[in-house]
């Protein structure tokens, strides 16, 4: 079974240029999760999507951060423009959306902006 | 804000040892779930516990829940040096799929 894929691995820009993170998830799960870690911390969770439509996004920096999940398959997250605290690794998840199912991660976006 | 504060954040033990590490949370859970993370990598999933059990294992695993004191404990036995790791607590807030991760505690396990 194929994992959650994510791209680029790295990314590295100047501030107040944009990036934008992909996110492909498992097939068949329905809920896709962005969560942004900086060093040393846990995971912060940003949006939840439940299919296409966003469950949670309270978290989400909503005058840079934008993120959509086209036809509920893949996902995508922007950042513009972008600031020197925005560098961290952005983590995407997915799962079936059931009270007792398990997150699976993908390996992660990490973004240095300089 | 973090839903979970796991300690000790670091804990350093020699091969063979067990490791035990702790996570308190606010809230009413659905369940609560145990993640690990090797460095530069994502989350793997190790256990999850349903807000109606106490006490779950899983190969050398043996997670504990309390949600009168709103805690839980993760014991490693046995450990390896492949166990050296950040392991995080997740709950799930009552009602909702919302996973929300706690601070972690950093593993190093010493050969």
């Known amino acids: 079974e194929a994992g959650v894929a994510q791209s680029p691995r790295y990314k590295i820009i100047e501030k107040r240029q944009s990036v934008a993170f992909w996110c492909n998830p498992i097939?068949?799960?329905?809920?896709l999760y962005w969560y942004q870690q900086i060093l040393g911390q846990g995971p912060k969770l940003l949006i939840q999507?439940?299919?296409?439509?966003?469950?949670?996004d309270s978290q989400l920096p909503k005058d840079r951060f934008s993120a959509e999940r086209l036809k509920g398959v893949d996902s995508t997250l922007k950042i513009q423009p972008a600031k020197l605290e925005d560098s961290a690794v952005y983590l995407c998840?997915?799962?079936?959306?059931?009270?007792?199912?398990?997150?699976?991660f993908g390996e992660g976006s990490r973004l240095t902006v300089l | 804000s973090q839903q979970g504060e796991e300690d000790p954040q670091a804990l350093s033990i020699q091969e063979g040892e067990n490791a035990t590490m702790n996570c308190s949370y606010k809230?009413?859970?659905?369940?609560l779930q145990w993640y690990r993370q090797n460095s530069g990598r994502g989350l793997v999933h190790l256990i999850l516990i349903r807000s109606n059990e106490r006490e779950k294992h899983s190969g050398r695993l043996r997670v504990t829940l309390d949600t009168s004191k709103k805690s839980s404990s993760l014991l490693i036995t046995a450990s390896r040096a492949a166990d050296t790791a950040s392991y995080f607590c997740a709950t799930a807030l009552m009602g909702t799929y919302k996973y929300i991760f706690g601070t972690g505690t950093r593993l190093k396990v010493l050969a």
């Open positions: 097939s068949g799960h329905a809920t």
């Open positions: 998840a997915s799962s079936f959306g059931t009270n007792t199912g398990e997150l699976f």
């Open positions: 809230t009413s859970i659905n369940n």
């Open positions: 999507f439940q299919n296409n439509g966003v469950v949670d």
